[in-house]
C-alpha cells in the first residue's frame, strides 16, 4: 500500500503529490530495486557496494535539468573516492544507455524504476499523477544509513550540489 507523503513539491508552480513511504535522515535506506541499462536487476546495496552512495533521482534523463544535473554529478564522481553515484528515473533502460552514452556519463550508474516503482515507492518519491519521480538526493554512508537528504521543492530547479557534495565527502571520512 503507498500512502501520500507530506513532502509536496511543484512543477512550475503546480503542486504535486508525492506518494509512497517517506524516509528520513537516520533511517535505514530501504535497499530498492532497479533495472540497469543492460535489463539486469541491480539492488542498491549492490551498487553501494560498502562505498558512500549519493543517489538522485530525477523525473526523466532526457529534460535540460536532468541532464544538467546528472553531467554535473558525472563531472564531480572523478574526485570522490569511496562514494558511487546512482540516479535513479522512470526513463527505460535503453534511452538511460542511449543518453549516458551521448553524454559522455562514465562515473554514474543510471537506473530505471519503471518496471517496480521500488524507489519511488520506498523513498517517497512518486509523482502518482505523472508517474515520475521527484528530484531529490539522497546520501547513505557505508553503513546503509541515510544521512543526508534534500527533496527539491520546484522539480524543474537544480539540487544544491554543494550541500550533497560536502555530506558525501563527510561520510567518506574526506
Known amino acids: 500500500m503507498t500512502t501520500q507523503t507530506a513532502r509536496g513539491v511543484t512543477m512550475k508552480g503546480k503542486p504535486l503529490a508525492l506518494t509512497g513511504k517517506e524516509v528520513k535522515v537516520g533511517d535505514d535506506a530501504p535497499d530498492f530495486v532497479a533495472i540497469s541499462n543492460d535489463f539486469k536487476v541491480v539492488k542498491l546495496s549492490d551498487l553501494r557496494n560498502g562505498k558512500v552512495c549519493i543517489v538522485a533521482s530525477v523525473p526523466s534523463l532526457d ?20 562514494v558511487c553515484i546512482v540516479t535513479v528515473s522512470m526513463d527505460l533502460p535503453f534511452a538511460q544507455k542511449r543518453w549516458c552514452a551521448a553524454e559522455g556519463v562514465l562515473g554514474v550508474t543510471t537506473v530505471s524504476d519503471f518496471r517496480d516503482r521500488s524507489f519511488g515507492n520506498s523513498y517517497g518519491m512518486l509523482i502518482g499523477e505523472l508517474g515520475l519521480l521527484a528530484r531529490a538526493v539522497f546520501v547513505v554512508d557505508t553503513t546503509g544509513k541515510i544521512v543526508y537528504e534534500q527533496v527539491v521543492p520546484e522539480i524543474t530547479a537544480e539540487p544544491d550540489y554543494e550541500a550533497v557534495l560536502k555530506a558525501a565527502k563527510h561520510a567518506a571520512g574526506h
Open 63 to 82: 529534460t535540460p535539468v536532468c541532464s544538467v544535473e546528472t553531467r554535473r554529478f558525472n563531472l564531480e564522481a572523478a574526485g570522490l573516492s569511496g
